[in-house]
């Protein structure tokens, strides 16, 4: 079975911190997501990496970052926290396209953040 | 702009009843996918069935079953005989065949009484 493993369930930060959310796959997957989940908004997507190295952006993606310097793993930044960006971060990572084309994602247990 | 409709923010059935959740999608593309994505209360988000847009058959998954209608963009999800763990969020989700990224409707909770 596919684990992707978000490291924190649940954060407190406080308005203007510099915020890391980190997420592992453990099946050599070559996509990893970024979401956020919102009540009526369904899930948005923030940034989107295909490989290492390499990203994409999402629908949301200002005031956040991502890192992805190794397959497993795929870090979301909060680069000065601010109130409206508390909301519940949910990763997902999937095989490409090509190989089986658009098997499905694979998410974590996400992680509820809230910014004061 | 390619989107999912889920027009019923919240729906309700009894243990062992069947309960029909819609959708909907705009896109111009011929070949897509299409998902329902199951996440139940403080737990992770999990596939429940997927469509391909090109396969006229309806997927089922034991008591879950699509009705797709492509002329329609149309993608409803019916669960047989309800239980009480499928009390949750239900996410309709579209993606193109060229792409892997994931257009999420906007959820339907579903409450399962006994």
């Known amino acids: 079975d596919v684990k992707v493993t978000q490291s924190s369930r649940y954060l407190v930060k406080r308005t203007g911190e510099k915020v890391f959310l980190e997420c592992v796959q453990d099946?050599?997957?070559?996509?990893m997501f970024w979401y956020r989940q919102d009540p009526g908004l369904g899930l948005r997507l923030i940034y989107f990496?295909?490989?290492?190295?390499?990203?994409e952006k999402g629908d949301i993606p200002e005031g956040y970052s991502v890192s992805r310097e190794k397959k497993e793993r795929f870090s979301l930044i909060l680069e000065s926290a601010s109130t409206n960006q508390t909301s519940m971060y949910l990763c997902?990572?999937?095989?490409?396209?090509?190989?089986?084309?658009?098997?499905?994602?694979?998410f974590g247990d996400g992680t509820r953040l809230s910014i004061l | 702009a390619q989107t999912v409709t889920q027009s019923q923010p919240e729906m309700s059935v009894q243990e062992a009843e069947t309960v029909t959740l819609s959708c909907t999608y705009d896109?111009?593309?011929?070949?897509?996918?299409l998902f329902w994505y199951k996440q139940p209360p403080s737990r992770q988000m999990i596939l429940v069935i997927r469509?391909?847009?090109?396969?006229?058959q309806n997927a089922t998954e034991n008591r879950f079953s699509v009705n797709f209608q492509k002329a329609a963009k149309s993608f409803s999800l019916k669960i047989s005989d309800s239980q009480l763990g499928d009390t949750a969020m239900y996410f309709c989700?579209?993606?193109?065949?060229?792409?892997?990224?994931?257009?999420f409707g906007t959820g339907t909770r579903l409450q399962v009484f006994p």
């Open positions: 997902a990572s999937s095989l490409a396209f090509g190989q089986n084309s658009n098997q499905p994602q694979h």
């Open positions: 099946m050599d997957h070559e996509n």
């Open positions: 990496s295909y490989d290492v190295k390499m990203k």
């Open positions: 896109t111009s593309e011929n070949n897509y996918y």
């Open positions: 469509q391909e847009a090109y396969k006229q």
């Open positions: 989700a579209f993606t193109p065949e060229n792409t892997d990224k994931l257009i």
